[in-house]
DNA sequence: CTCCTTCGTAACAGACTAGGTTACCAATTC
DNA sequence: GAATTGGTAACCTAGTCTGTTACGAAGGAG
């Protein structure tokens, strides 16, 4: 499965609370519209939380709910939630030093990968849930 | 391992060929600087001429040499070769098509996901090998 | 106060991916 | 023709991720 995919199912999630303002979804509830376990959106949630995007209630008529407005949460917030960004990176094995390639290459593509990886994240910045939510009921 | 792992070996494998230039160099070559077998660089070298990067020559003094010259190969054409872009990646199942947020999440999240990639390639494509390799001398 | 609901999380099984390895054929040079 | 080297298939292994079950913790309903 592609690297994305927790980041699309986590806005997924977010879309799903961002569409039921005020209200208290339970994980059973968003996995239907996931069509999968509420183990795993929870666990989903468990990071949205960690990262204050989401605020959650536990005991009867508890769930979920946004804890801020849709137009203050962008995708790269989400995105940062959820992939547990570890920098680049590189094969298992180190490579070897007895070649300058070998010993520089790392830190020397590092630079231009971080580089590339901040152009990504910016372009995910200037989407809020609310252009998501937006861009969604245009196509229904 | 990260996704951009083979990426990153990609280029490690294209800068020990542009440090020895007008060389065929052997895939066992290469292989000792990436500390690894010289199948793994083999196939890495096959996705790499089949974007014409490399230029391959079989038999004895055979060997691998860079297509064109490091200024004009640059980051976002190695990743191209290298990494199959299947697009953005969703959850294995499909969503529920019952709720409007799950019938048309994908393809709306297609859209801002493509962007931010695009963003990301064109900042990858400002980088040449030739960057890369000047980078690694000022580094030693 | 007790029970029921729901989150929080650990533990485990299964599928899938990717690197590593061996093996063998094709092509090229000497 | 023999030796060398790329090209590629087949298989093994390790690691990751989803899905699932299970159980404890927290909070409301009666």
Do not use: W
Request: glycine fraction near 8%; charge should be neutral; aromatic fraction near 4%.
């Amino acid at each position: 499965m592609g690297r994305n995919c927790r980041f699309t199912a986590a806005v997924h999630v977010c879309a799903v609370l961002a569409h039921h303002p005020g209200e208290d979804l339970t994980s059973e509830t968003v996995a239907a519209s996931l069509n999968t376990n509420p183990v795993v959106v929870r666990r989903l949630l468990a990071a949205l939380g960690a990262a204050g995007l989401v605020r959650s209630k536990r005991g009867s008529a508890g769930g979920y709910r946004l804890a801020r407005a849709p137009g203050a949460i962008d995708l790269a917030a989400i995105a940062l939630a959820v992939d547990d960004d570890d920098g680049p990176a590189f094969a298992p094995n180190p490579p070897s030093p007895v070649c300058i390639v070998g010993r520089f290459i790392q830190p020397v593509l590092a630079e231009f990968i971080e580089r590339a990886e901040t152009a990504r994240r910016a372009e995910l910045a200037r989407v809020t849930l609310a252009d998501v939510m937006e861009k969604l009921r245009a196509e229904a």
